[in-house]
């Protein structure tokens, strides 16, 4: 048969997705946070988009609003009858900079109102933004060379604890070999070694280590603390970690109470002196939907609306501005911030709606665990919640990403909820909680006679036996070392210890 092109006309059906429809589906994972910053980001670009702020219970009345904005016009106003940094650091004989130090050479307040006329904030003008006063949190480079000027005067050392410190990771240690250094910088290893030992002593100690062993042997050298038997004990960092005091007491021939004793002034030690410069800000965790008993004993779900972002489509100005378009560009570029406001207004609703389904369903599985406890916890699949609201099991992944319910045990994680289920050991159709099994094990832990610790293979048999839990050994170590429990032998070892210092 002879190869030949031809024409031929066929209908099928696909799926297509569209820039919105891929746009409405990542904001179901999104955060609150996140949220709200692609929404702030919509109404500075999409003109038909305004910010609802009827539903804000929080809002101040008018005159309150008034009142807050007439606040910044009094200092405007009045601000000349401040005095100047300049004599208030004259009335406690100093400089400036010791009284203002991220104000240095300026009048805080006059040198700002004697280049603004009184009543010359306008309405559509913005006021200045305060946080532009606030001082920034130093990072650890920028206080390592504060420090560096002070302690080395050379240039060529300078320039090697630069490099020194750009070499830092977040924890302080000292992230790559002298070796390496010295050959970047066309230096010889020792010079390098020598540069080192001097940045050493920058504050905080145990800055510049090279493991945990340095770190720790210079905060005790810093303390004037690291004696020869301090250092021996270092020498044997696993022997402690392990706590096995009977060999390190061999090892570095110190007695039980000695051992005890310097273990207690490593203790107060920081392994990670970097961290301390870990500007991050700490973002509180808010919940998204909100669980409470009615009186009957049935469940209110009700989504956070101070979480939600409010948007509205002003249609109005859409109207007014569309009559007095006159080229193409102008008309689709209405048109499509016009589409662009009404496809954010649905997905927002809908993204609320979902949630809002999602956590009923989750509380409506979880009647048990919310009112007994983790222990009555079931065992819930992706699968079981996306079957029992007719939704794809991805949707049900990316609207419980990021998201936390506050009931009255506590403020979980959506994904808390959702656990593997282990067998039961009569054979029959219970299943239990993984996140149940291992509460389980720490109570067991927790409650062990230090006499008669508690080995892998015991609890197994005890969650068998008492709880009717089939579990195997290795699933026991598992969870355990999961929830960063030691080992029975080291758990002896560390009763014992506890014991013999009571």
């Known amino acids: 048969m002879a190869l030949s092109p031809r024409l031929e006309l066929r209908q099928a059906q696909s799926l297509t997705l569209t820039p919105q429809l891929m746009q409405s589906i990542r904001l179901l994972q999104l955060s609150h946070l996140e949220i709200n910053s692609f929404v702030e980001a919509e109404l500075l670009r999409n003109p038909l988009l305004e910010s609802d702020e009827s539903g804000d219970r929080d809002a101040p009345e008018p005159e309150a609003r008034e009142t807050a904005s007439s606040a910044y016009?009094?200092?405007?106003?009045?601000g000349g009858h401040l005095d100047s940094a300049v004599n208030v650091a004259g009335a406690l004989d100093t400089d400036v900079e010791n009284v203002y130090p991220e104000q240095v050479a300026q009048d805080s307040v006059r040198a700002s109102t004697l280049s603004r006329q009184p009543g010359s904030v306008g309405a559509g003008e913005d006021a200045p933004d305060l946080d532009?006063?606030?001082s920034a949190n130093i990072s650890l480079t920028d206080h390592l060379n504060e420090q560096v000027a002070f302690l080395i005067r050379d240039l060529g050392e300078r320039l090697i604890a630069r490099n020194l410190i750009d070499n830092l990771d977040e924890a302080g240690y000292l992230a790559a070999e002298l070796e390496v250094i010295a050959e970047q910088l066309g230096t010889d290893v020792e010079h390098v070694e020598t540069v080192l030992k001097k940045v050493q002593a920058c504050e905080p100690a145990g800055l510049f280590a090279r493991n945990v062993k340095e770190c720790l042997a210079l905060q005790l050298a810093d303390r004037d603390r690291l004696d020869p038997l301090m250092a021996a004990l270092l020498d044997h960092l696993d022997l402690l970690a392990g706590h096995d005091f009977v060999q390190l007491s061999r090892k570095i021939g110190a007695t039980l109470e000695d051992i005890t004793?310097?273990?207690a002034e490593i203790r107060q030690l920081d392994p990670r002196p970097g961290r301390a410069f870990d500007g991050a800000p700490v973002q509180a965790i808010v919940a998204d939907v909100f669980v409470r008993q009615r009186p009957d004993g049935s469940w209110a779900v009700e989504l956070n609306s101070d979480v939600l972002p409010r948007v509205l489509v002003n249609r109005t100005y859409y109207a007014s501005v569309s009559k007095k378009t006159r080229s193409a560009e102008e008309k689709n570029f209405l048109v499509d911030c016009l589409q662009t406001a009404n496809w954010l207004t649905k997905s927002l609703d809908q993204r609320a709606q979902t949630i809002l389904k999602v956590a009923t369903e989750i509380v409506r599985q979880q009647d048990g665990f919310l009112q007994h406890g983790v222990t009555r916890l079931r065992p819930m699949t992706l699968k079981m919640v996306a079957e029992a609201i007719d939704m794809h099991e991805s949707t049900v992944s990316r609207v419980t990403a990021n998201k936390y319910l506050s009931t009255p045990r506590g403020l979980f994680?959506?994904?808390?909820?959702?656990?593997?289920?282990?067998?039961?050991?009569?054979?029959?159709?219970?299943?239990?909680s993984a996140e149940a099994v291992r509460h389980l094990i720490r109570q067991m832990i927790d409650a062990e006679d230090p006499r008669k610790i508690l080995s892998d293979d015991t609890i197994a048999e005890r969650l068998n036996e008492g709880h009717g839990i089939d579990v195997a050994r290795r699933t026991v170590a598992k969870y355990r070392e999961g929830m960063n429990i030691p080992s029975s032998v080291i758990r002896r070892r560390q009763k014992k210890q506890l014991a013999t210092a009571g």
């Open 413 to 432: 994680e959506m994904k808390y909820f959702f656990t593997t289920a282990l067998g039961s050991s009569s054979g029959g159709t219970e299943e239990h």
């Open 132 to 134: 532009q006063y606030v």
């Open 261 to 263: 004793d310097m273990l």
């Open 73 to 78: 016009e009094d200092v405007v106003d009045n």
